[in-house]
């Protein structure tokens, strides 16, 4: 049995909450194509965010530590590769439509900068006098603008949906500007699944990487709440923290805190009686969320974080290079636009100077960044 796009369409009408969004039911694509025979409109985003050059790139993009740090650490292609898998399991529990959400997370991503939030809070600081730079905004302009791939319009020409849940992206550490996508609405289920999956894989990786580079130690973590339920729950007596007890235990937190969202958020859709994607959308809250107790051991864990790995002296050693890094080819480029590659430069006329400078340093990977400051500042190093 071939299973064609039609078939899918009725796989999802069937299995679907009501409040799931049915590829069927998508408001479509500003430009307008032919669909494929056996791929649904989501799945078919979710293939062409995967083939953009700005999803490659994510492999050396900084989630705490430089690429160069080692091999073991996250980047930003493996957080998002690990945001995805968490969203499509959530979605799967809870009726969500699993494709949209993983298009979703594939994107969500993609406009960050080199070296993580320091080079995002970097760039914004100096784009200040010509529009700011935000990386969720800067994802939606890769996807509607930048990439060129097709010969019939600029960008991927995803789905309103995907297009909305990447605008709607948002964490504690990330706030949307969804001017354009219906701004008295909530982001829907899926959007607010990839945006929950997204603050569980960062904080139980930073936790594991954290753990990894020697920076956080077991006995730092022992007043912390969350981590002596998960201690206790595997059995470890203490010592020293092997490889694979670590394993466990991130595992553990993951699976806990997965199974508290999945139970905290069908409480809140059966409180809330809603029987539609729109019904969702219009509530003054997000139906997503864990509960208060695990909320609390959360913000615990986050609280901690900040204080002994974001702000570690290694981390913020890193931070300050980056942001020197930045800002000096932010400038040498102003100074003298000829440094920049022809096709660089044939932005000028259309997005600005400073634009044009922007979107190209934002693409860059921490690598590149690096040996493009070594070219332009080191007088030892060919150009």
């Given amino acids: ?72 650490y996250r980047t930003r292609l493996t957080h998002t590769l690990e945001v995805a898998q968490l969203g499509r399991s959530v979605a799967r529990a809870l009726g969500a439509n699993e494709d949209l959400i993983e298009a979703i997370c594939l994107a969500h991503d993609l406009g960050h900068a080199p070296f993580g939030h320091s080079g995002e809070y970097t760039l914004n600081r100096l784009m200040k006098e010509h529009g700011g730079f935000d990386h969720n905004k800067h994802s ?120 508290d969202l ?3 958020t069908n409480q809140n859709l059966r409180e809330s009686g809603v029987q539609s994607v729109e019904e969702l959308q219009k509530l003054s809250h997000n139906v997503i969320g864990l509960s208060e107790d695990m909320h609390h051991h959360n913000r615990q864990l986050k609280d901690f974080l900040y204080a002994n790995l974001y702000k570690h002296h290694r981390v913020i050693r890193m931070q300050m290079k980056a942001e020197r890094i930045i800002s000096d080819l932010f400038r040498a480029y102003q100074d003298e636009p000829g440094m920049l590659p022809k096709h660089i430069q044939a932005w000028v006329d259309e997005r600005g100077l400073e634009r044009s400078i922007c979107d190209y340093i934002a693409g860059m990977t921490d690598r590149y960044a690096i040996q493009e400051h070594e070219k332009l500042f080191n007088p030892a190093t060919r150009p």
């Fill in 1 to 72: 049995m071939l299973f064609t796009r039609q078939k899918l369409e009725e796989q999802e009408k069937a299995c679907l909450a009501p409040y799931g969004i049915r590829s069927q039911d998508s408001k479509g694509r500003q430009y307008p194509e032919e669909e494929p025979q056996y791929r649904t409109v989501f799945q078919r985003d979710r293939d062409r965010i995967l083939h953009t050059t700005a999803f490659r790139r994510l492999e050396y993009k900084t989630q705490v530590f430089i690429n160069s740090e080692g091999d073991y």
């Fill in 140 to 259: 939606l302009r890769i996807v509607t603008e930048l990439e060129n791939r097709y010969p019939d319009f600029p960008g991927l020409n995803l789905t309103w949906e995907t297009r909305e849940g990447i605008v709607k992206h948002e964490t504690e550490y990330d706030v949307s500007d969804a001017s354009d996508y219906d701004t008295e609405l909530r982001g829907h289920l899926e959007a607010q699944i990839a945006n929950a999956a997204d603050e569980l894989a960062y904080s139980a990786h930073d936790l594991d990487d954290g753990l990894r580079s020697g920076m956080i130690t077991a006995p730092m973590l022992e007043g912390i709440t969350l981590w002596q339920i998960l201690v206790k729950s595997v059995g470890w007596e203490g010592g020293i923290l092997d490889e694979l007890t670590r394993h466990r235990l991130i595992r553990r937190m993951i699976g806990l805190e997965v199974h």
């Fill in 262 to 264: 999945l139970r905290t």
